[in-house]
């Protein structure tokens, strides 16, 4: 058996790994343990600092999304260089199997942003219309 300190221990020694509290005080620790090992509380965390999003961050992520999307894209034509026809509306196109793809995608990609510009747009005016002229209350 060791002492608290690793010195050995006699037989029929009372040492303990740490000497009571004067009489009448308290004390905020755990009283020891038999074996003389003390688990104490866990400090508070010091708090932490939260990260700014600034312009610059926000332009080096959408870099790094760019080129992450640029390198599937460039994979992607790669991989399927396979020629299709493709007819509409009377006119007949051979292309590869990507390049239509991605021109499909792309359509689709400025439909979408054509229908939220629109609505942006409405909701702006019913602002500005609600801003000028107040609903009864």
């Given amino acids: ?30 009283p020891p343990s038999v074996n003389g090992f003390t688990r104490y509380p866990p400090a508070s965390p010091a ?7 600034t312009r610059i961050s926000g332009i080096r992520n959408g870099q790094i999304a760019g080129t992450a999307a640029l390198i599937a ?21 051979v292309l590869p199997q990507a390049m239509a793809l991605l021109l499909a995608a792309l359509a ?13 747009t409405q909701l702006r005016r019913i602002m500005r219309r609600d801003q000028r002229n107040p609903p009864p209350p």
């Fill in 47 to 53: 708090p932490q600092r939260q990260r700014l999003s």
């Fill in 1 to 30: 058996m060791f002492h608290a300190d690793r010195s050995p221990l006699r037989k029929g020694s009372n040492v303990m790994a740490e000497s009571p509290p004067p009489h009448g005080a308290t004390s905020t620790l755990p």
């Fill in 108 to 120: 689709g990609a400025l439909l979408t942003a054509a229908a939220g510009t629109a609505r942006i």
């Fill in 73 to 93: 894209v460039v994979i992607f034509i790669i991989q399927n260089p396979h020629a299709i026809n493709i007819s509409f509306l009377g006119v007949h196109l």
